[in-house]
């Protein structure tokens, strides 16, 4: 019995993983590296595909909203009053009311605000004859406004011109007048950018004395 209290107790018996335990473990770490990779490189190409798409909306909403035009100006309805003229020896001359509207058409998606500006109506394309007022106004966008405008022709001038001889012209009834007129304004997209603008408009026409009307209107 004394020797049996001297018996040391054996350690319990440790257990080792098996070589396929071991290559298993391996196999499942590297398989969650590879798939953490994976999902980083396709977060970094949905980052950068979302980035090239809100350059390409910007790019595309800047073209539309913030590409200014120019306001163009037309005339229309021009109506003849009280036209009177003569043809003589030594003299040549006319004189009447002219009316009228000026067409402007903004095609920019801001509003734009014009100044004071003019029309000169010309005869021979070099002897003014008389200058019609565009008072300053506002056009919204995408919109198109009509600004009246009256103004009064007169000539008196000798018979032969370097442009053109008044006499024969007023016997054929019919004169050739032109118009110009230069156009100032700013133009305010979305409120945020404005930019200074010019128009210029150029009209032909001819003066029909016997019906006392404007034919073959044209501007450009």
């Given amino acids: 019995m004394a020797q049996d209290s001297h018996i040391i107790p054996l350690a319990p018996p440790r257990a080792y993983p098996k070589s396929d335990q071991g290559l298993n473990l391996s196999k499942s ?45 037309d005339l229309d309805l021009i109506n003849v009053q009280n036209l009177r003229f003569s043809n003589s020896t030594n003299s040549s001359s006319f004189n009447m009311n002219m009316g009228g509207e000026i067409i402007v058409d903004n095609d920019n998606f801001g509003q734009i605000n014009y100044q004071d500006s003019s029309m000169s109506v010309f005869l021979y394309d070099n002897i003014t004859i008389g200058i019609a007022n565009v008072n300053v106004g506002r056009v919204e966008a995408r919109k198109s406004k009509r600004n009246g405008i009256s103004l009064q022709l007169r ?63 044209l501007c450009s």
């Fill in 29 to 73: 770490i590297n398989y969650y590296n590879n798939n953490k990779n994976r999902k980083s490189g396709k977060c970094f190409v949905y980052f950068l595909s979302i980035i090239v798409i809100l350059s390409i909306i910007l790019l595309i909403f800047s073209m539309i909203f913030f590409r200014f035009k120019s306001p163009s100006f």
């Fill in 155 to 217: 000539t008196n001038y000798q018979l032969n011109y370097s442009y053109g001889n008044l006499s024969s012209d007023i016997n054929s009834r019919m004169l050739k007048l032109t118009s110009f007129g230069e156009f100032r304004g700013k133009v305010k997209a979305m409120k945020i950018i404005s930019k200074h603008k010019t128009s210029i408009m150029n009209c032909t026409m001819n003066l029909n004395l016997t019906s006392q009307a404007i034919q073959d209107l």
